[in-house]
C-alpha cells in the first residue's frame, strides 16, 4: 500500500499535511536515502527519513467481517479466473487477506485483515477458535449420526474433536442443523456430514468466536468495532 510522503509524515505525527509538503519541497525528506520530490510515494516497507531521521510508518490495521456470497474463492489468485473475496472489499485501500477458509461453494461469516498476527493468533489450533456452520443435509439427522459428529467421526485425517449438535428441524427430505467445531480442516464440515451419509447441500458460517454474521446481506462487509478486535485479540 503506497500513500503520499506528507500523508505518511503527518500520520506519523510529526507535522501536518501542508508543512510536510513544504519539508519535501525544502529537500528535507528522503525515501531509502534518496531525496524525495513532491509526488513521492512510499510503503511501509520504505525507510522515510526528515533531516536524516526516521519516520515511523506503521500501516493502519483494518478488521472486517464480510459475508461471503457463494462462488467466491477465498485465496487472493486463481489461476481459473474465478471471483475472490478481495474483489468485494476493494474499497478498503489496503492488502487484505482471510482469515482462515470458506469453499467455494460454501457462504457467510469471513474476516478479513491486513494484520498478520492478528490472522495467525485466531487460526492457530491452539486457541481452538470456535466456528458455527447452518448445515442443510440430504437425508434427516437420526440419533446415531447426531452422536457420531457430536462425539468424533473418524476422517481419513483422523478423528475429529467433540462438536455441539444444535437447533435441528427437518423439512421434507432435508434437515437443517447448527454445527459448532473448533478446528479448522480442509473441508471438514462436508467431510464430516459425508462421513455419517449426509452430504450437506447448503453451507453458511454464521459465527466465529463472538461474531455473528447477523442480518448483514450476503456480499457485503463491515468494520469490526475495536472493542470487537480486541476480545479476539485476548481469546
Ligand atoms: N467446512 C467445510 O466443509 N467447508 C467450509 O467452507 C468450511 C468448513
Not at 457430536?150 to 427430505?173: C, F, H, M, Y
Request: charged share 30%; hydrophobic share 40%; glycine share 8%.
Amino acid at each position: 500500500m503506497t500513500e503520499r510522503l506528507q500523508k505518511i509524515i503527518a500520520a506519523a505525527g510529526l507535522a501536518s499535511r501542508r508543512e510536510a509538503e513544504k519539508w519535501i519541497a525544502d529537500g528535507r525528506v528522503a525515501v531509502n536515502g534518496r531525496k524525495a520530490v513532491l509526488g513521492d510515494v512510499a510503503s511501509a516497507q520504505d525507510v522515510v527519513t526528515v533531516d536524516g531521521r526516521k519516520v515511523d510508518i506503521a500501516e493502519r490495521k483494518f478488521y472486517i467481517l464480510l459475508n461471503k456470497p457463494v462462488g467466491y474463492v477465498t485465496t487472493l489468485h486463481d489461476p481459473q479466473g474465478r471471483p475472490i473475496v478481495t474483489d468485494l472489499v476493494k474499497a478498503v485501500r489496503a492488502r487484505l487477506f482471510p482469515v482462515g477458509r470458506l469453499d467455494l461453494n460454501t457462504e457467510g461469516l469471513l474476516l478479513l485483515t491486513n494484520d498478520g498476527d492478528f490472522a495467525h493468533h485466531l487460526a492457530h489450533p491452539r486457541h481452538a477458535v470456535e466456528k458455527t456452520y447452518l448445515v442443510r443435509v440430504r437425508g434427516l439427522l437420526g440419533e446415531s449420526a447426531k452422536q457420531r459428529l457430536v462425539q468424533g467421526v473418524s476422517l481419513d485425517d483422523g478423528l475429529t474433536a467433540p462438536a455441539r449438535v444444535e437447533k435441528i428441524r427437518s423439512t421434507g427430505n432435508h434437515t437443517w442443523f447448527e454445527l459448532t467445531i473448533h478446528e479448522g480442516r480442509n473441508r471438514q464440515v462436508r467431510r464430516m456430514c459425508e462421513a455419517v451419509g449426509l452430504p450437506v447441500s447448503r453451507l453458511k458460517r454464521i459465527r466465529v468466536a463472538s461474531l455473528d454474521v447477523g442480518d448483514l446481506p450476503v456480499g457485503k462487509y463491515r468494520f469490526l468495532s475495536p472493542g470487537e478486535v480486541a476480545r479476539l485479540k485476548r481469546l
